[in-house]
């Protein structure tokens, strides 16, 4: 006699479950270009990003994706995006700092990336543009917070925006509408294991 009062049990908090769900549902009833915030120092970050940018081309629609810091363009999500008509690819870093070890050229380099980023934000045909990496510019002080999130703020109503990268500025969570930090709890490479193709690259 236990299995049916257990079966009870469970329909009863699944319809309970399934009344919260579907009005929480109904009151998202809001339209607007989304900015969202990968951040964190665990792995997947680009890779979430770069998943979003599949799933606009699934319906069709374009995307552009930004990598700041990033200078190698051997990737396989590059290969294989740069191949798609609706995704406009551009890789604006010189590598990691201490590869360039050129505080100056640095700078030079990120404000260079910014001004195609500005572009890409006045172009209402981009549905999505991710901003790979964009958290260490700003952690640098090679871009300037408020200008970056004022040309943020004033791009097309329906364009969404995902930022990559550790250590997320305070002021840029804070205006974002979601905002995910990925854990590290244990990452190949401390073992010796090199980056390998199509999980790192």
Request: glycine residues 10%.
């Amino acid at each position: 006699m236990e299995k049916p009062d257990r079966e009870q049990r469970h329909r009863n908090r699944m319809q309970r479950k399934k009344e919260i769900v579907d009005e929480a549902i109904a009151r998202a009833d809001q339209e607007q270009g989304l900015l969202l915030v990968l951040t964190g120092n665990g792995k997947g970050k680009s890779s979430s990003a770069f998943g979003m940018v599949a799933r606009m081309l699934g319906h069709g629609m374009k995307a552009g994706v930004a990598q700041f810091i990033k200078g190698r363009s051997d990737t396989g999500e590059e290969a294989f995006f740069r191949q798609q008509d609706g995704v406009v690819w551009h890789v604006l870093g010189e590598g990691f700092t201490w590869e360039t070890q050129n505080l100056a050229r640095d700078i030079e380099t990120a404000q260079k990336g910014w001004a195609v980023v500005r572009e890409m934000l006045r172009d209402p045909s981009l549905n999505l543009i991710v901003l790979d990496e964009l958290t260490y510019p700003l952690k640098f002080g090679w871009l300037d917070l408020e200008t970056v999130l004022n040309d943020i703020e004033n791009r097309p109503p329906m364009q969404h925006v995902v930022i990559t990268g550790r250590a997320a500025p305070d002021g840029l969570c804070e205006v974002a509408d979601t905002v995910t930090e990925m854990k590290d709890v244990k990452h190949a490479f401390r073992a010796g294991i090199t980056a390998q193709k199509g999980i790192d690259l």
